[in-house]
């Protein structure tokens, strides 16, 4: 009776150690037809807009009814840069001509978030009558002195078109949207046989102490930086400007212990903002050392190097840098194409296929 039993729980254990077994090898066949990359950077990079472009490339866009759910994070956007640019002009000592003092006040009654899916008729008529006036045209041209959302123009130029009745959102209004992220996204995605697994990480300074939990095992790190914000202070320390805290982020990430080997995706990205910033806010004044005057070509080398040279690791370490429009989606198909061979190349050495 003891030898029946015993056999039994033999059977059983050994059933159990086989299904174990055939879960690792599962696991292992899937660990090789996925890739893990972590996306970086500081705040406003245009990390969750390179999601939002995957999601246009890989899974075919956006149905009627995510589009819609965008109206109150676009409205609010635009309502948000309206009133910071009215908050800022006091201090900026631009006077705001005195037939938009009722416009200003309907701006500045409002919440911080606008709710309902139609922009109602005087908010709409304020935002048209104040990006009508000079004053708020020449505070948005000193936006480097306070914060300012980079859509505010584009949503300001769109008002008719978000206010008029059946909107809903196109691509690039949704790609322009901005929601702080916080905790930590996961999107995937998959092309031929490879699935790819993309996380995103809040990117202001309080978010930074929960990166630690994505860190292992990723095939290589996506690291965004906003060429544009080279004149611009952080939102959480007016005191720190942009770019050197995203020096600074880039040389704790590159050198971390956690990723000796990882190879790195540098996109330098908000070119097109970058470019036009350029000739009325030289870099010069931001970075001494820098001798290129407004030529574009050499001010993204410096900035390049800047980045590419705090990498103490060139031997076993690669950086593949690639100049970016994050909301261009025709450029990021490119740019992702491109970065898929790259991606595939370090996924097959890692699977000891290469």
Known sequence: MG??????????????????????????????????????GAGESGKSTVLKQMKLIH???????????????????????????????????????????????VILSLPPQIEGDVLPRDVADAVRGLWRDPAVKEAVRRSREFQLNDSAVYYFNAIDRMAAPGYLPTDQDILRSR???????????????????????????SERKKWIHCFENVTALVFL????????????????????????????????????????????????????????????????????????????DYLLHRFVSLNQSAATKQIYAHYTCATDTQQIKFVLSAIQDILLQLHLRECGLL
Request: charged share 30%.
């Open 225 to 300: 930086v906003s060429l544009s914000e080279y004149d611009q202070m952080l939102y959480e320390d007016e005191s720190v400007n942009r770019m050197q805290e995203a020096l600074t982020l880039f040389d704790s990430i590159c050198n971390s212990r956690w990723f000796v080997k990882t190879s790195i995706i540098l996109f330098l990205n908000k070119i097109d903002l970058f470019a036009e910033k350029l000739p009325r806010s030289p870099l010069g004044d931001y970075f001494p050392d820098y001798n290129g005057g407004d030529n574009y070509d050499a001010a993204c």
């Open 179 to 205: 929601v702080k992220t916080t905790g930590i996204t996961e999107t995937t995605f998959k092309v031929g046989e490879l699935t790819y697994r993309l996380f995103d990480v809040g990117g202001q300074r």
């Open 59 to 105: 899974h075919g866009g956006y149905n009627d009814g995510e589009r819609d759910s965008y109206k109150e994070i676009i409205f609010s956007n635009t309502i948000q840069s309206m009133r910071a640019i009215l908050e800022a002009m006091p201090s900026l000592d631009i006077p705001l001509q005195p037939q938009n003092d009722a416009r200003r006040a």
């Open 3 to 40: 030898c029946v039993q015993s056999a039994g729980i033999d059977d059983e254990a050994k059933a159990r150690n086989d299904e174990i077994e055939s879960q690792l090898k599962r696991d292992r066949m899937m660990a090789k037809n996925e890739i893990k990359m972590l996306l970086l």
